[in-house]
């Protein structure tokens, strides 16, 4: 624990000086420095056992075996809500870290306009950063797609090897849609899903299990705060002129300003 403690006061203090020179904007190359660090594979990343508290310091119960989280998604662009839904799992679950997956051209959105897979690895990097329980996996952009889940979980899974359990973090909307997405019976044998209630949404679990057989037990609903926030809101109050202050990182912030991203739909 002390070695973590010393590595998240280092981070912290390095990132913070970096995005002071992003904020002062007097180099052009602050930004450059940021996303050219030595990129090290979440997958060769320790994941021991460890005690974790809750936000309110209360005890969660130690794991017998070492556990980690994935969250996936375009990332188009990262915000609040994604960091928030990881936070509360790791807390909630025990989580050694939790591995952003950013999708390189999600099967379920093949018409959808996305951003560059550059930009995107870029401002997950920096919405990232000042977390050391979080990690960064390039899996899903450097083999050819399309790029499912479930194939992305099987990867994982032979990395990691059989004695990580894995949680599937995701939203309630993707939790309601599970029984369209490919291979949904092999999808929840990988992995525990790891679900937060999102606003607007509701799920009959009594239906889908009996669209996917064995869901029921493999789910764990997360007690988070209900937060409104969703990428496509984003990208509109950008083109609208509108903040979008706390509605992501500072440093996603000042990236999509000085790229000039999501000013055209």
Known sequence: ?????????????????????????????????????????????????RVTTSPLGTPR???????????????????????????????????????????????????????????????????????????????????????????????????????????FIMGLDSLVDLPTWHQPERLIQLCRLAVMSRPGYQVDMAALERAVPGVSDRVIFIPAPLIGVSSTNIKQRVRRGETITYLVPHAVEIYIHDHHLYLTP
């Open 61 to 167: 119960t130690a794991r017998h075996r070492p556990a980690r989280g994935v969250i996936g998604g375009t990332f188009d662009p990262p915000h609040i809500g994604h960091l928030i839904l990881a936070e509360f799992a790791r807390s909630e679950l025990g989580l050694s870290e939790v591995v952003f997956i950013p999708a390189a051209q999600p099967p379920h959105k093949p018409d959808r306009e996305i951003l560059p897979i550059e930009h995107r690895l870029a401002m997950v990097r920096l919405a990232i950063a000042t977390n050391p329980h979080f990690a960064l996996s390039k899996i899903d952009i450097e083999r050819p797609g399309p790029n499912y889940t479930v194939e992305t979980l099987q990867l994982l899974r032979k990395r990691w090897g059989d004695t990580v359990e894995i949680f």
């Open 1 to 49: 624990m002390a070695g973590l403690a010393r590595r998240s006061r280092r981070q912290t203090s390095e990132v913070s000086e970096e995005f002071g020179r992003l904020r002062s904007r007097t180099s052009g190359d602050a930004l450059t420095r940021v996303l050219e660090r030595p990129f090290r594979p979440a997958w060769l990343w320790g994941a021991g056992e």
